[in-house]
């Protein structure tokens, strides 16, 4: 199947900091990808829906100044967590696939820390 | 709105034992659905979806639209199977994006 791969793998920060996670399609081109968030042993959380060329649409709940999105390319898209507190602490999966109906395929997630 | 709901949190089996989580969804227009698989330390993966009606790893799940159901079963559980099961639901009117289930972890003993 297709790949979707996510970097860094993990990323520990200081508090107040920014941090940018690139989630990126290895093999196909994804005119949408989606980035969510999970706590250990729950779901889930769709953040925002990112369409390459747009503005991301963000979920309700969920900052757009805080959770900057930018999908500047059908192979890349970036989530970039500004001024980082320890309650940003999460793992963050992005998805992706190339046309509504089509399969979805998970990144492998990041895991932020922020201290 | 459209919501997915997995009542059991954790499931607990013996290997060798019939299998069915839950999940049930609340959508006005045609479902779109899935179930993903999260093993241990891994990604996130599809593991069937209703339109494919397909058996998986030995793993069915049937969509009743009567009780909004699409229930995932399978008839003898194995060890291998321990994992984190999602339920999802995919809006195609809202760029195809999933609305995940809470999930039900599977633990299946020797």
């Known amino acids: 199947g297709a790949v979707v791969s996510q970097h860094p793998s993990r990323v520990i920060c200081k508090s107040g900091t920014s941090v940018k996670i690139e989630c990126r399609s290895l093999?196909?081109?994804?005119?949408?990808m989606f980035w969510y968030r999970q706590f250990p042993k729950q779901s889930l959380m769709l953040m925002a829906t990112?369409?390459?060329?747009?503005?991301?649409?963000?979920e309700q709940g969920v900052e757009k100044d805080k959770f900057l999105i930018n999908h500047a390319s059908l192979t890349l898209s970036t989530l970039t967590v500004t001024s980082a507190h320890p309650e940003d602490s999460s793992f963050y999966i992005c998805?992706?696939?190339?046309?509504?109906?089509?399969?979805?395929?998970f990144g492998p997630g990041t895991r932020l820390l922020v201290l | 709105a459209q919501r997915v709901t997995q009542p059991e949190k954790l499931l607990s089996v013996f290997k060798g034992a019939p299998v069915e989580l839950k999940c049930n969804y609340s959508?006005?227009?045609?479902?779109?659905l899935f179930w993903y698989v999260q093993y241990s330390r891994q990604r996130l993966q599809l593991l069937l979806r209703?339109?494919s009606r397909e058996s998986i790893k030995g793993f069915t799940a049937d969509l009743n639209k009567g009780e909004t159901s699409f229930h995932l079963k399978k008839p003898f559980a194995q060890e291998e199977d321990s994992a984190m099961y999602y339920c999802?639901?995919?809006?195609?009117?809202?760029?195809?994006?999933?609305?995940f289930g809470q999930g039900t972890e599977l633990s299946v003993k020797p």
């Open positions: 998805s992706a696939h190339h046309g509504a109906g089509a399969t979805v395929y």
């Open positions: 093999d196909f081109q994804a005119t949408t």
């Open positions: 990112s369409n390459e060329g747009s503005k991301a649409t963000y």
């Open positions: 959508y006005s227009g045609s479902p779109e």
């Open positions: 209703h339109i």
């Open positions: 999802a639901h995919a809006n195609y009117n809202q760029g195809g994006k999933l609305i």
